[in-house]
């Protein structure tokens, strides 16, 4: 960082060196760090040349506490961790100081860094559905973490511990599931096997890399909170790898921000968050939506890709995507160094001073927040593009052999009803397996066959005679799906990919060509590339391919499934602003399913919640996020994390039991009893209740309504639908988690209120 | 499980019976001992030869469909698989057969395996190495000889050797040595002079199609996540390679040993043949190149048998090695 | 979004640049490139063409032809008359290789290219239509792989055949039988591979725009097996030659007095010591056709596969999955 690239002498803690590096790193003394990191810089072999991954990182994690890395992919944080660890290939050149307890791991063979993984640092994994080895039983692979480094324990006590780990992470009855094998666990089981391996030798450091990114949000917050109590067992240091400012914010302690395979600012948590000094980090903080606030502003794009690593930046490596970057940005590459009037915070950015208290919407120049001119007449008033009457989709269960026999139905999607209006957005939220791509596909599929009626733009399914009114049908309705990548025939190029569906609804050719010039135009893309091909672009231009392709034939309704879920945050926020404005310009009306609630919240007028199949809860989207009335509703608002420390410190998490029922088990009364935290507290006569009823979606009944509960609640009727009986509930005590009461600032923020208490 | 094997059990005894139906129809209308007879001296009547067939089960004046039907009833009711043209029983000569195929085949699919397998993880473990693109060119080069081809070159080297040495080491034909008299190790060295070189030029041909699929197989493997974990656990990374990959590799392969154990089995036509083994596969040329119908489908329905045995095997291999299809 | 539907003079000039521009290098270009930059497998293609241009004007450059007897060199080595040696019936060695050599390319490119399109029929016609039609077929499909190949040829070639070897040559025979033989394997990996692409998000993406079936299956589906198609195609000609080779010489596939490099070897074997150069000289042959066709093989495996080493100059042109960061930067 300070231009001193030798590494620090092995063996010699407190080195002059390494003091001086310290000072210059501003975080804390190494004297009483478990794990000191000096300029790691780690190197590969390409075809393309030498990629320098990593580029001089520093840092020191302190006992007991956490060290949050955040960046993008390809920002060198995983190799980072992966460094530490010596479990890069071979093929690695990896230089720098990596001191564990004082003692010096980067030289050290195979065979002697074998002594330090899996017991004094351990890690856990991002992908949790193939970090386990397929044909061993769980008890065995937890086991041989221990054998490993207690040869001498007993099989019975190694048992014993392995049955406490299980237990410990949380997996019900531990005993039993010694000999289950890992594909018999879902993925959040199997994450929480992967931390009971990692805490199995008490490890003083805890390296999690993104071990979150693969589960669905009440997954997320149960995992995370066994990570807390991992941490709070062992005592182990750890370091959170992540891509998601939110699931750090509330465990960690310090902040890493990398870029370009350096460390551009860093911090303790609440420099980071609320005094950001870097206009990178503060690009990453303005481009996540928040689920808890109603701001409708644009969010801030980040123009532009991160720098080729195989290509040495001769200046700030930011510079290029940088709004304020000028001559002096691009004349040599800035170190981390304090920023003034922060202590023990560092930034690589040259005008790092100046940025104190600056707005990010200004710098990055967010647009101004398209306005529709149907916003301005009432929903009432506008027509409907797309209506759904008790659409179900089941599938028959079938098991046997030679004769099948029916076992159970699969209910995907249990009596569906909603409309969509002109100008709208709707948008289905739910975790993975509540049937809300189902509902998708029973839209898009669109035959008389199906049970439930589908009426698209005035047609209806039910209506659907030839190929004649499908094909209307599918001018009206478009889809852009997840994954950017596999929606694009590799073999076609962007023309060739636009043209499709112009071809197909039969226009002539000079006005394909001049429709294509304008979809391009229209969803920022350069003109001249359509002779390209999809992997010629980046992840964000071919989602922008994608919508340009649904839009191509003019639809009124463009079905979206998880339009952004596959794309690095920065990129993210360029395309939720794209659809925002493409709505507002051209009045379409969007369809989206997501996992993401903040995402939802950021581009929806209407929001419905699915579980098993069900709508539990629907409505405007302000009112359903802000005065959630169904348990699941508030308890899958309170998983979402909130990139805001003191919040997300003091507020109260509901931790929901146990993982998404199967849907053959749904039971007679509300399918969501089984894991309910409102049904967990209320009296047993009042439980037969929930039992044997199903709720039906109601508005709420006027009498019911406590003033106290809903103080934003307009005169009229809000526009919001639950399916429950006790929406006032009292939440059962032993599901509700508050980390540390933390110094509240936001006393007036509404949702840190109690809700729901009668 | 079992409910499972016996649904394809059941469907490869439709299979076998299908094959074999339409080799018995496919050779009763093309394939004319009646020919044969007529070079014979002297030379039969006409009347002769179908009285003497007729006789045999065998007679040529009744229809394909006829002879199929009567086929079919002797099987079905007696076990009976009928008679050559010169009057030997199917159902004798075919236990003999089968017994010398096997004790062919035996030693040289077991070494086959295991040599195989065994270099396809060494050369996993040195990819790019010298010895790995030696072995694994020799495994390519395999891939363009025709096995025919390849026995009779171990056997030209054999007899060279002999010529060189001066002595008969080796007998690159026949079973043992007719009428060979002496003790029990007289004997033994006998069968291993006989042994050797069929099993040897069997297996060195057979090997290279294991060696590469393990090999891919493994390297597939060693840098799966799995692996990532067991080093991250503080193993080696041998350790984690041979504790966890490995047996993730064998999954494949398994699979694959019991679907062409059997391949290697039945057709082993061409060793036979130029070993001079008169096992089941020089038997079925044979009986083809007499007109010997019965004799041909039983050898076909054997083949068609053991493809099936190998399939259910592989089936069975897969859920032994691999818990994730175990039904519960 | 103001010139939406607006011809402005802008657009149509960009439209003109559009159509000639060139910027982009076709996927069949890159693919040649990498198959030229691989030494190998360009050794093998010109070993292949040369075989196969010598096996058919070959019989220009000897006097002798493969019918012709010279009864005074009866199975004598090789020399200034008889390039190759003369075999036992005292026939010019050198004109038998050429024609053995020509029958055996032909059996193999006849054997490699329709099987290959019948497997390609097939398998499509399994994936596509699915339900029954695909349980019957792959029933039919089973069953063939059961029926041990070897004995149909002995059947068809040797004492059976006789009603059909008055009309048809016994090389043509040989590639019947083993063309029936010869497709299976490929049409069920054609139709898993068909079953994986249709469900692919481009094929639902196509559907839901409403493009008919056929459409998809021409335009989705063809080219994106397409390089698998090519592929089994000179692994088929390889199996194809290898089957003759291996059936005529332990004597049930090709018939004297056709020839073919089996048959050349296979009668050979008798006297290999005292007659060495009737068995090694077809022999060396058939080792540069399927070792040529081999080296082709590896060469066009490597210039399909998305991931491997020899990239070079073919910018960005086919990579996937782990390596989307390095085809972010190309991007502009």
Redesign the interface.
């Known amino acids: 960082m300070s231009g001193e690239t030798a590494p620090v002498p092995a063996g010699t803690p407190g080195a002059p060196g390494a003091v001086e590096r310290l000072h210059v790193a501003g975080l804390h003394a190494a004297s009483d760090a478990v794990l000191s990191v000096r300029d790691l810089n780690v190197r590969f072999n390409t075809e393309n040349g030498v990629l320098h991954a990593v580029r001089g990182v520093d840092f020191d994690l302190l006992p007991g506490k956490t060290l949050g890395i955040v960046g993008e992919s390809g920002s060198g944080k995983s190799v980072t961790s992966l460094a530490v660890m010596g479990l890069l290939p071979d093929t690695a050149e990896v230089n720098g100081s990596v001191r564990l307890l004082g003692t010096e791991l980067l030289g050290l063979g195979d065979k002697a860094m074998c002594r330090y993984r899996g017991n004094d640092i351990a890690m856990v994994f991002q992908d949790p559905l193939s970090s386990l080895t397929p044909v061993y039983t769980v008890g065995n692979q937890v086991i041989e973490a221990l054998t490993v480094h207690n040869p001498t324990m007993s099989k019975h006590a190694k048992e014993a511990r392995a049955v406490e780990l299980l237990g410990l992470v949380g997996i019900p009855s531990p005993r039993d599931r010694l000999k289950a094998f890992p594909h018999e666990f879902s993925g959040g089981m199997r994450q929480r096997v992967m931390i009971a391996i990692a805490i199995a030798n008490n490890p003083r450091v805890l390296i999690a890399d993104e071990p979150t990114t693969a589960l669905d949000v009440t997954i997320q917050a149960q995992v995370l909170e066994v990570l807390h109590t991992a941490q709070e067992e062992t005592g182990a240091a750890v370091v959170m790898i992540t891509h998601d400012l939110g699931v750090v914010a509330g465990m960690a302690d310090d902040i890493m921000v990398m870029y370009a395979g350096k460390p551009v600012e860093a911090g303790t948590v609440d420099d980071i968050y609320y005094n950001p000094r870097m206009p990178y980090t503060m690009g990453l903080l303005g481009a996540v939506p928040r689920v808890d606030i109603a701001e409708k502003s644009s969010l801030v794009p980040i123009e532009g890709i991160p720098p080729d690593l195989v290509r040495a930046p001769t200046g700030c490596s930011f510079a290029p995507r940088c709004p304020l970057a000028s001559d002096a940005c691009l004349a040599g590459e800035p170190a981390l160094s304090g920023v003034s009037g922060s202590p023990g915070h560092t930034a690589a950015c040259i005008k790092s001073d100046a940025l104190d208290g600056a707005d990010v919407h200004e710098i990055f120049a967010a647009p101004a927040v398209p306005v529709s001119r149907l916003d301005a007449i009432p929903r009432s008033g506008r027509k409907a593009v797309l209506e759904l009457r008790d659409v179900k989709k089941h599938f028959p269960l079938t098991k046997g052999a030679l004769i099948k026999r029916r076992i159970g139905t699969v209910k995907a999607v249990d009596g569906l009803s909603f409309d969509i209006r002109e100008g709208e957005c709707f948008s289905i939220v739910g975790e993975s397996g509540c049937g809300k791509t189902t509902t998708l596909l029973e839209i898009m599929e669109f035959h008389r066959d199906q049970d439930g009626e589908v009426i698209i733009g005035g047609l209806s399914n039910k209506a659907a005679a030839g190929a004649r009114t499908t094909a209307a049908m599918r001018r009206e309705l478009q889809m852009v799906f997840q994954d950017p990548t596999g929606a694009l025939d590799p073999r076609f190029t962007v023309y060739e990919v636009l043209a499709e569906p112009l071809e197909t609804s039969g226009m002539a050719r000079p006005a394909i060509r001049k429709r294509i010039l304008e979809l391009m135009d229209l969803v920022g893309l350069q003109p001249d590339h359509v002779n390209r091909f999809p992997n010629q672009f980046s992840g964000g231009q071919r989602q922008r391919i994608g919508i340009a392709r649904a839009l191509a034939v003019n639809p009124r309704l463009v079905v979206l499934d998880e339009p952004v879920s596959a794309l690095d945050v920065s990129v993210q926020a360029g395309v939720i602003n794209l659809l925002d404005q493409l709505r507002a310009e051209l009045g379409l009306s969007y369809l989206v399913v997501a996992h993401d609630l903040s995402v939802v919240r950021h581009i929806s007028n209407r929001v419905a919640v699915m579980y098993l199949g069900k709508i539990v809860e629907i409505g405007d989207v302000d009112r359903v996020f802000d005065f959630p009335r169904h348990p699941y509703t508030r308890a899958l608002l309170s998983a979402i994390p909130v990139p805001d420390p003191h919040l997300e410190r003091s507020r109260e998490r509901i931790i929901l039991k146990g993982e998404l029922p199967s849907p053959l088990d749904a039971p007679t009364g509300c399918n969501f009893a089984s894991r309910c935290p409102v049904f967990a507290a209320l009296p047993a006569a009042q439980q037969e209740k929930c039992l044997t009823l199903e709720p039906p979606l109601e508005p709420e009944q006027p009498a019911a309504v406590p003033a106290s509960s809903s103080p934003a609640a307009p005169g009229a009727a809000p526009d919001q639908q639950f399916a429950c009986f006790y929406p006032d509930g009292e939440l059962a005590a032993d599901l509700l988690v508050v980390h540390e009461p933390g110094p509240i600032i936001h006393q007036n923020n509404p949702h840190q209120k109690k809700k729901g208490t009668p | 499980m079992l409910?499972?094997l016996?649904?394809r059990a059941?469907t490869y005894v439709v299979?076998?019976f299908?094959?074999t139906s339409?080799?018995y129809l496919?050779?009763v209308?093309?394939?004319?001992p009646a020919?044969l007879e007529q070079e014979r001296i002297p030379r039969p009547t006409p009347e002769q030869v179908v009285n003497s067939f007729r006789l045999k089960g065998l007679d040529p004046t009744l229809s394909p469909w006829e002879r199929y039907v009567d086929w079919l009833t002797g099987i079905l009711t007696r076990w009976d698989w009928g008679r050559s043209p010169n009057g030997a029983y199917i159902n004798a000569e075919f236990g003999d057969r089968v017994w010398i195929s096997t004790r062919l085949f035996l030693a040289a699919i077991i070494l086959t395996l295991v040599i195989g397998v065994a270099l396809g993880v060494y050369t996993a473990a040195r990819q790019y190495k010298a010895s790995d693109r030696v072995i694994t060119s020799y495994s390519?080069l395999v891939?363009?000889?025709?096995?025919?081809?390849a026995y009779?070159l171990v056997q030209?080297g054999a007899i060279s050797i002999n010529e060189t040495v001066g002595e008969r080491i080796f007998f690159v034909t026949g079973i043992s040595t007719p009428g060979l008299a002496g003790d029990g190790w007289a004997r033994f060295l006998d069968m291993l002079a006989h042994y050797a070189v069929p099993t040897f030029a069997i297996t060195i041909v057979g090997w290279g199609a294991y060696q590469i699929a393990q090999r891919q197989y493994l390297l597939d493997n060693v840098?799966?996540?799995?692996v990532?974990?067991?080093?991250?656990?503080?193993?080696?990374?041998n350790q984690a390679i041979t504790?966890?990959a490995l047996?993730?590799s064998f999954?494949p392969v398994a699979q694959s040993i019991a679907f062409t154990v059997p391949a290697i089995f039945?057709?082993g036509?061409?060793a036979e043949?130029?070993f001079a083994w008169h096992g089941i596969g020089s038997w079925?040329?044979d009986s083809?190149?007499l007109?010997d119908v019965n004799a041909?489908t039983a050898?076909?329905a054997y083949?068609?048998l053991i493809?099936?045995i190998g399939a259910i095997l592989a089936d069975f291999a897969t859920t032994l090695?691999?818990?994730?299809v175990r039904v519960q | 979004m103001t010139n939406l539907f607006a011809s402005d003079p802008a657009a149509v000039a960009q439209e003109a640049k559009i159509e000639n521009d060139d910027v982009v290098i076709a996927k069949s270009r890159i693919i040649l490139r990498r198959f030229l930059r691989n030494r190998t497998a360009v050794a093998g293609l010109a070993i292949f063409l040369a075989l196969t241009l010598l096996s058919f004007i070959g019989g220009f450059f000897s006097g002798w032809d493969k019918e012709a007897i010279d009864p005074l060199n009866i199975g004598t080595p090789p020399s200034g008359e008889h390039l190759l040696g003369t075999s036992q019936a005292g026939i010019d060695l050198y004109a038998l290789t050429v024609e053995g050599t020509r029958i055996s390319i032909l059996i193999g490119l006849v054997v490699g290219l329709v099987s290959v399109l019948i497997a390609a029929v097939y398998g499509c016609t399994m994936a596509y239509f699915g339900g029954k039609v695909d349980k019957v077929m792959l029933f039919i499909l089973e069953a063939l792989i059961m029926m041990p190949a070897l004995l149909v040829v002995a059947v068809a070639t040797s004492g059976g055949g006789i009603g059909l070897k008055k009309n048809l040559p016994s090389w043509l025979l040989l590639i019947i039988v083993l063309l029936v033989f010869s497709w299976m394997g490929t049409a069920r990996l054609i139709r898993s591979l068909s079953l994986s692409l249709m469900q692919r998000d481009f094929v639902k993406a196509a559907r839901y725009m409403g493009v008919p079936p056929r459409r998809i299956v021409w335009r989705h589906l063809v080219p994106n097996i397409g390089s698998l198609l090519v592929l089994d195609i000179t692994r088929g000609v390889t199996g194809a030659i290898l089957a003759e080779v291996a059936f005529s010489f332990i004597g049930i596939g090709i018939k004297v007095p056709d020839v073919s490099l089996g048959v050349l070897i296979g009668q050979a074997t008798s006297q290999v010591s005292t007659f060495p150069w009737m068995f090694w000289v077809p022999l060396a042959v058939m080792f540069l056709l399927t070792g040529s066709l081999a080296m082709m093989n590896d060469g066009l495996r490597d210039a399909f596969d998305p991931s491997s080493g020899s990239i070079g100059s073919a910018n960005g042109s086919a990579r996937t999955g782990k390596t989307q960061k390095t085809a972010k930067k190309k991007s502009t």
């Open positions: 409910r499972y016996a649904k059941l299979m076998i299908l094959t339409a080799g496919l050779a209308s093309t394939l004319q020919l390519y891939y363009i000889v025709p096995a025919p081809i009779f030209l840098n799966a996540d799995f990532r974990t067991a080093r991250a656990k503080g193993l080696t990374r504790r966890h047996r993730v999954i039945a057709g036509f061409f043949k130029i079925s040329i083809i190149g007109q041909a050898t076909l083949g068609s493809f099936a090695v691999d818990p994730r």
